[in-house]
């Protein structure tokens, strides 16, 4: 089942729960909504907003070059398709 793209939800843990879209990165969403997120290109090429990824699903808007762990998302460059549970590096 689809929701509106409006319906996603994002929980930080030890934060908030924040909404996110799907014509939005995850990064951007976060940032909206005040969670600060360490990152530098934007694009999936560095690594440095590598996150946790406890629950949920993402879609990548560009293959990220990147390594990350089979746990590990990169919030810059992905969008969610499901709601999910993230840890944020602080």
């Given at each position: 089942?689809t ?27 976060l940032?909206?909504?005040g ?14 907003c590598?996150?946790?990824l ?37």
């Amino acid at each position: 089942m689809t929701k509106p793209d409006d319906a996603f939800r994002i929980d930080v843990v030890d934060a908030k729960c924040v909404p996110a879209r799907h014509d939005k990165t995850l990064l951007e969403s976060l940032e909206q909504s005040g969670i600060d997120v360490h990152y530098h290109c934007r694009e999936g090429f560095c690594g440095a907003c590598r996150t946790k990824l406890k629950a949920g699903a993402v879609r990548y808007t560009t293959d990220p070059l990147a390594f990350i762990d089979d746990d590990e998302i990169l919030p810059c460059c992905c969008v969610p398709t499901t709601d999910l549970k993230v840890i944020v590096p602080l």
